[in-house]
C-alpha cells in the first residue's frame, strides 16, 4: 500500500499593487461624465425654464 504525497500548502499569490494610471484614467472618466451629465441637466432646465417663460 503506498501513501499518496501531501498537497503543497496553498501560498496566496502576491497581491500587486493597484495600477495608478488605470485609477486614473477611472477618475478621469467619472469626472468627464459627471460633467456630461450636468451640463444635460442645466441644458434641459434652461430649455424648459425658455419654454415657460
Known amino acids: 500500500m503506498t ?4 498537497s ?3 501560498v496566496p499569490a502576491p497581491r500587486q499593487r493597484p495600477d495608478l494610471l488605470g485609477i486614473a484614467y477611472l ?3 467619472g469626472i468627464v461624465m459627471l460633467a456630461w451629465i450636468c451640463g444635460l441637466v442645466w441644458a434641459a432646465i434652461a430649455f ?5 417663460s
Do not use: N, P, R, Y
Open 48 to 52: 424648459f425654464s425658455w419654454l415657460v
Open 3 to 6: 501513501q499518496e504525497t501531501a
Open 27 to 29: 477618475g478621469t472618466i
Open 8 to 10: 503543497e500548502a496553498d
